[in-house]
């Protein structure tokens, strides 16, 4: 049933240094509001008229931090990487690259690259909290924690690695070690929505659906675009029985969102296999539903599980139980849900649509 979330993962990476940047007059290392593209444009013409004119690493060190603030990633990282060739001690270059591999999702790389900034700056607390989000992200949370604990230890107010060191605890398994850290970080930064998404996340895997649906509101009140923000709180309503409140939040996020493939997906679940009747809708479900399908290319498991839910309450048990089949044979599915999957084609199988527990 559930597609992948991705939760903002690496929403912090490229932002790590966004307090003193802000400071500065260069237009591409200025808060985002305060600047056009315009001026960066201007600013990239300027460094390559420096290019040019053989001044060496810093110039494209900083024309990659321009092109990277256009989005240009592969431009920004072929000069990062130029600047580093030119230049192996300079760590604005590994820097600037690892933060940037971090924000592509190439965390085996943005590992390799802070680690060099490190050899260069080992008391550089940014770059161990870099180096820790993408050891999170790779399933390393033990590595990730003891480069926050060293980032903590070496700036004592960098509240960024308590949010960072939150996150780690939580991909552990330790929500209540997790909650302290995002009390403390949130005491420090109480407007940071993804801090509230973040605590939100392990009160609920913690079970207390109540304090976590206070805070994702809280996110959502300071994010309304925080998507994940309405699609975690529909789940704890769902888990709370509040059906309506759920089906409300999920679909906002699609609303905000029609191509965002978990809110559909999530969405469509619900209105197909809602135990309470007066909440269930075949034909909302299988707009859903195939929207969801189509969005993900009709390769993800949990989404054709979910379309073929949809089919059996409208009916279409033959239909239901080919895509049943489908989804079982990719290899996402496995375990408990792959037992689970199985069951549901047996009824399809028997003319009987899928019922959920809550």
């Known amino acids: 049933m559930t597609a992948g979330i991705t939760a903002g993962a690496a929403a912090g990476l490229w932002l790590l240094g966004a307090a003193a940047l802000a400071q500065s007059l260069d237009p591409c290392r200025s808060a985002a509001p305060f600047t056009s593209a315009d001026e960066v444009r201007k600013a990239i013409e300027r460094q390559s008229e420096s290019i040019r004119a053989g001044k060496g690493?810093?110039?494209?060190?900083?024309?990659?931090?321009?092109?990277?603030?256009?989005?240009?990633?592969?431009?920004?990282?072929?000069?990062?990487?130029?600047?580093?060739?030119?230049?192996?001690?300079?760590?604005?270059?590994?820097?600037?690259?690892?933060?940037l591999e971090a924000r592509l999702g190439r965390h085996l790389e943005a590992v390799a690259d802070f680690g060099q900034v490190l050899r260069l700056q080992p008391k550089n607390a940014v770059a161990l909290h870099g180096r820790a989000s993408?050891?999170?992200?790779?399933?390393?949370?033990?590595?990730?924690?003891?480069?926050?604990?060293?980032?903590?230890?070496?700036?004592?107010?960098?509240?960024?690695?308590?949010?960072?060191?939150?996150?780690?605890?939580?991909?552990?398994?330790?929500?209540?070690?997790?909650?302290?850290?995002?009390a403390a970080y949130v005491a420090a930064t109480p407007d940071d929505a993804y801090a509230h998404f973040r605590r939100g996340v392990s009160l609920a895997r913690l079970g207390r659906d109540e304090g976590a649906v206070a805070e994702f509101s809280e996110a959502i009140r300071l994010d309304m675009r925080l998507l994940s923000a309405y699609i975690e709180r529909g789940r704890a309503y769902g888990r709370l029985g509040r059906g309506e409140r759920a089906i409300e939040d999920l679909g906002e996020a699609a609303e905000l969102a029609p191509r965002y493939v978990p809110a559909r997906n999530e969405l469509a679940w619900l209105l197909a296999t809602s135990p309470q009747a007066g909440l269930r809708d075949g034909r909302k479900a299988l707009?859903?539903?195939?929207?969801?399908?189509?969005?993900?290319?009709?390769?993800?498991?949990?989404?054709?599980?979910?379309?073929?839910?949809?089919?059996?309450?409208?009916?279409?048990f033959a239909e239901a139980a080919k895509w049943e089949?489908?989804?079982?044979?990719?290899?996402e599915f496995g375990g408990r849900a792959r037992e689970e999957a199985a069951a549901r084609l047996a009824l399809y199988r028997a003319g009987k649509p899928y019922r959920a527990a809550h």
């Open 134 to 182: 993408s050891l999170t992200l790779l399933g390393e949370p033990e590595r990730a924690i003891a480069d926050l604990d060293e980032a903590l230890r070496l700036d004592p107010g960098y509240t960024p690695a308590l949010l960072a060191r939150g996150e780690a605890h939580a991909r552990a398994g330790r929500h209540e070690r997790a909650l302290q850290d995002y």
């Open 57 to 99: 690493a810093p110039a494209y060190v900083e024309r990659g931090v321009c092109l990277g603030r256009l989005g240009e990633f592969e431009a920004a990282l072929a000069d990062l990487s130029e600047a580093a060739r030119l230049d192996p001690a300079s760590a604005a270059a590994w820097e600037g690259r690892a933060e």
């Open 287 to 316: 707009e859903h539903a195939r929207a969801a399908a189509e969005l993900s290319g009709w390769k993800d498991a949990g989404v054709l599980d979910t379309y073929a839910a949809a089919l059996a309450e409208s009916g279409d």
């Open 325 to 331: 089949a489908r989804a079982l044979e990719l290899p």
